[in-house]
């Protein structure tokens, strides 16, 4: 009875609805790719507009994370954001089963994107706020892990199977129906996060515009926008071109595809969680480091070696570990590296960042450059991205609470919180 109790608490109840609520926006936001075969010939499409369809959907995003997470930074009130921006992602699901033409599937790709950037920011400041020091890791790392567990791994079970037995446009449409019902049980259940002023290094109790020069006077902030750009490139583009690459390459069926994307989705969704939980024991440096050149081979070996469906599950299963390194990267070191009041802001500009350059500019390119030099020039580039984590994983500044809390008990807390470049 006392386990019972102990589990069903408010910090587990929000990681619940965040970790489904991430989950949904990140199956709204895959689907279009593990859709691919069956709308390139209906809408009569190149690589070079399937890239471009995750640009859109990218540069939107990557703008809205950061604008309006800083919003909710300013104003003080996040969760009214967050309830609205999720029905505006469903009912973009909707509307991308009803375009007939490339025009108008770019504008409401564009549309999703621009709702769907500030749920993550916002939903981890939120885990942030009710989490244990001991915990914090493994909290944002299980809630942004489901992308790959809803986004990647039963996502393209789903959709391929719905498309398959009705169409392409039913599958879009019914996406919608679970993330209405979660709208409604966060705007019942959630409460507003309250952020701890205390651990920041002034009394802030209200942003000012002015203040956000506090997020880049580290070197860690310098250093994640340049992973997340890694990460953006090295996810993207291998998602986009991959179900396309094992279909029109490898010439095996949209079943198998889906087979291979959804083991790739589970091996990001338990290397989602576990990454960051190693990095709560080990620290977050050698975690990242780690796990950035392991992803890098999840492309090449698509790029590489064409093999049977069951080895290359196994295989896409394993070296889904990027997918752990994304959490690390782009919200466990930001959020850590600066005043607690700065948490939605750092996270949602890690986002931007990333989201605009890696993508927005390089599925575009990738898919000119699969026009002309084959499908397996994406995965390399998708590759790159990888390794660009893994050099640039050496020059991070430690934050794991565990290894850096002798130091932190030692100093003045408030510039622990915050590191000096």
Not at 217 to 239: D, H, P, V
Request: glycine share 8%; hydrophobic share 55%.
């Amino acid at each position: 009875m006392k386990s019972k109790s102990s589990f069903w608490t408010y910090q587990n109840g929000i990681i619940v609805m965040m970790f489904f609520a991430f989950g949904l926006v990140f199956m709204d936001r895959q689907s279009i790719t593990f859709l691919e075969p069956f709308i390139i010939p209906a809408l009569h499409l190149n690589n070079a507009q399937i890239g471009m369809f995750a640009s859109a959907l990218s540069v939107c995003w990557g703008v809205s994370a950061w604008f309006f997470s800083s919003y909710s930074d300013l104003i003080g009130h996040r969760k009214p954001i967050l309830v609205i921006f999720m029905v505006i992602f469903a009912l973009t699901s909707v509307l991308s089963g009803v375009v007939g033409s490339f025009l108008a599937m770019f504008f409401v790709r564009a549309l999703m994107g621009l709702s769907e950037g500030p749920v993550f920011p916002i939903g981890a400041t939120a885990v942030k706020s009710v989490s244990t020091p001991s915990r914090q890791g493994f909290n944002i790392g299980f809630v942004q892990s489901a992308s790959g567990l809803l986004g990647s791994a039963i996502a393209p079970l789903v959709v391929v199977g719905l498309a398959n037995a009705f169409n392409w446009r039913v599958a879009f449409y019914l996406l919608a129906i679970p993330a209405l019902i979660l709208t409604l049980i966060v705007a019942k259940y959630m409460r507003e996060p309250q952020i701890r002023y205390e651990d920041t290094q002034a009394e802030v109790h209200r942003l000012r515009w002015s203040d956000y020069k506090v997020i880049f006077r580290n070197r860690n902030t310098w250093l994640c926008l340049i992973c997340s750009i890694g990460f953006i490139t090295w996810l993207i583009t291998f998602a986009t071109f991959a179900p396309v690459l094992m279909t029109e390459v490898d010439h095996i069926s949209t079943t198998q595809m889906s087979w291979a994307m959804s083991a790739f989705g589970f091996g990001s969704w338990i290397w989602g969680f576990v990454v960051p939980f190693i990095s709560d024991r080990i620290g977050r440096k050698p975690a990242l480091i780690a796990s950035g050149l392991l992803a890098t081979l999840a492309p090449l070996v698509l790029a590489e070696v064409h093999t049977g469906i069951g080895v290359l599950i196994v295989l896409l299963f394993v070296l889904a570990i990027g997918q752990g390194f994304s959490p690390v990267v782009m919200s466990i070191i930001p959020s850590e590296s600066v005043p607690a009041v700065f948490a939605a802001s750092t996270i949602g500009l890690m986002m931007m960042i990333g989201e605009i350059f890696g993508g927005t500019v390089v599925p575009t390119l990738a898919g000119v450059a699969a026009d002309h030099f084959g499908l397996t020039m994406p995965m390399f580039i998708a590759a790159a991205g990888s390794f660009l984590v893994f050099l640039i994983g050496f020059g991070v500044r430690e934050t794991a609470p565990r290894k850096v809390g002798q130091t932190r008990r030692g100093g003045n807390q408030a510039n622990a919180s915050m590191p000096s470049v």
